[in-house]
């Protein structure tokens, strides 16, 4: 059966509605994160005149709930609270 014919289908065109509405959301979603993490790495690199790789790294791999922390302590952490937000104390 080709595309074309499919296309003829409500249920076909509403799933392919959906399919793609649903990219959008993610698309967004991770733009988001990425914006979020961006900022943050500039607002830190500027407070503490730079960071460590591995500081760096955690924040890239922070989820959103971890980045929503940093966010809200980005202004106020010390660089070992920082550090102990991201896992990252040595014990």
């Given at each position: ?16 509605a ?18 979020m ?55």
């Amino acid at each position: 059966m080709s595309i074309e014919i499919l296309q003829e289908f409500p249920l076909f065109r509403s799933m392919i509605a959906e399919a793609v509405e649903e990219g959008r959301a993610e698309g967004r979603a991770e733009g988001e994160m990425e914006g979020m993490r961006a900022t943050i790495l500039r607002v830190l690199e500027g407070r503490f005149n730079g960071l460590s790789q591995d500081v760096v790294e955690a924040i890239s791999a922070a989820n959103a709930a971890a980045l929503n922390e940093l966010a809200i302590h980005a202004g106020t952490d010390t660089p070992e609270q920082l550090r102990e937000r991201l896992g990252l104390v040595k014990q």
